[in-house]
């Protein structure tokens, strides 16, 4: 005997009617992309579960791979058996001799019977598939409260499955549900792990990213692409702006008075990424700012700078700490890239002292020298796009986060 599927259950179950059908479908469709490197699996949906059939595929390699999956709230490995109660019996024994392969320890048994054609009930079955179990493991006993192994048995119309073991998956909706947002993407610690969360509640993204060669270099941009490469792995292919940004940074640079220049710059940058986010159906800009964490950042700051746009503008790292957010990026695979030591372009001529509370006016007022339409579309016209898609066997050793 082995186990032959996982049996999946779904986050956010108060979803109904036609919105539940497309969480569904979209998850199908996304557990798919996920284990397409497993080519026997096959995904089956049916009264509100799904199961995934291994087909001979290795269960601990297929698990590793949903852990990543959105929509996910937990799976268990699963045998299926006959509706006859030595079947069921049987693979309770194999399940409880594979989950305490010493033959010592604790379990409890719950049947759950949906299909009420099946003769004997569930408080009865549970005593019948406990006994066999005693009788046949001279070193197991019962533990309602605490057992080491909780078996559950459930009587379904086609066949009885049966688990003991629960893990956790990624939690959140599965990606494509919620519509898509603009993600600005430094090549910093921060921003991946923003659009990681945003990707959790179910959207798609696309990144924008500004360069400002000569002064950023080509690994610079690389290591954005690293970064969404990684993304990749939890959501599917994500289109990435290059956005060439020397001559506005070289303009603000020259006319703006300094402790003003941050300001405007993170203005432009975010006029910029609305127009993107505009013509690619995007519908709200992420960003990775933390209340508080540097000048840009304070609301002072924010209030500034978010004038230029109506978008919404999602941040989820807005309530954590630089320490929460590191650990997020280690969780997920993108903190070794992120520290790769190369300039981004917020850091190059920008003065020592920045300020923290920019006075919107002032920042109106020094802009008024610019034709501000013409350097937002002369950007935009110049972008270079770049289409990464999702890599085959990218195994992560990712322990679930929630
Ligand atoms: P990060 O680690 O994401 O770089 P940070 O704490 O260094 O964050 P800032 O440099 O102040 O923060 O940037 C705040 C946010 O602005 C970033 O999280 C990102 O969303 C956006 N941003 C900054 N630089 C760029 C860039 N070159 N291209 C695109 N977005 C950027
Ligand atoms: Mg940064």
């Not at 947002?181 to 500004?210: C, N, Q, W």
């Not at 950023?216 to 990435?240: F, P, S």
Request: include cysteine; hydrophobic fraction near 40%.
């Amino acid at each position: 005997m082995n186990y032959e599927y996982l049996l999946i259950r779904y986050a956010e179950l108060s979803l109904k009617g036609k919105k539940r059908a497309s969480f569904e479908r979209k998850l199908e469709q996304n557990i798919r992309g996920a284990l397409k490197s497993f080519p026997n699996v096959k995904t089956n949906r049916s009264f509100g579960r799904m199961f995934i059939k291994l087909n001979g595929e290795d269960v601990t390699k297929v698990s590793d791979q949903l852990k990543d999956v959105f929509g996910i709230y937990s799976f268990s490995p699963a045998l299926k058996v006959e509706l006859d109660e030595t079947s069921i019996c049987e693979a309770g024994l194999w399940a409880i001799n594979d989950a305490l392969p010493s033959g010592e320890g604790t379990f409890k048994v719950s049947v759950r019977r949906t299909n009420k054609n099946f003769p004997i009930g569930s408080q009865e079955m549970n005593r019948v598939v406990g006994g066999y179990i005693l009788k046949s493991m001279e070193q197991v006993t019962v533990n309602v409260h605490e057992p080491d192994v909780h078996l559950k048995v459930e009587i379904r119309e086609e066949a009885a499955y049966i688990t003991c073991k629960v893990i956790k998956g990624a939690g959140g909706l599965p990606v494509g549900t919620s519509g898509k947002v603009m993600l600005m993407l430094s090549g910093g610690i921060d921003s991946p792990v923003a659009g990681y969360l945003a990707l959790k509640r179910g959207v798609t993204i696309e990144a924008v990213h500004f360069h400002s060669p000569p002064f950023t270099n080509e690994r610079a941009k690389q290591k954005v692409e690293d970064l969404c490469k990684v993304l990749t792995k939890y959501g599917a292919t994500i289109k990435l702006h290059i956005v060439p940004f020397t001559d506005i940074q070289t303009a603000i640079h020259k006319q703006i008075p300094d402790n003003f220049e941050m300001t405007v710059m993170r203005r432009f940058m975010l006029r910029i990424s609305e127009s993107i986010a505009l013509k690619n159906g995007a519908k709200a800009i992420v960003n990775g700012e933390s209340l508080g964490q540097v000048a840009s950042q304070t609301l002072e700051s924010m209030y500034a700078i978010n004038e230029v746009t109506n978008l919404p503008i999602l941040r989820p790292l807005i309530t954590m700490d630089k320490l929460e957010v590191i650990d997020y990026a280690h969780k997920i695979d993108t903190y070794d890239i992120s520290i790769r030591p190369y300039e981004d372009c917020c850091t190059i001529f920008l003065p020592a002292e920045s300020k923290t509370k920019p006075n919107l006016d002032k920042a109106k007022r020094y802009e008024s020298y610019f034709n501000i339409e013409e350097m937002v579309s002369q950007a935009v016209g110049n972008i270079e796009t770049i289409t990464i898609s999702q890599e085959e066997n990218n195994n992560s050793s990712f322990d679930s986060l929630f």
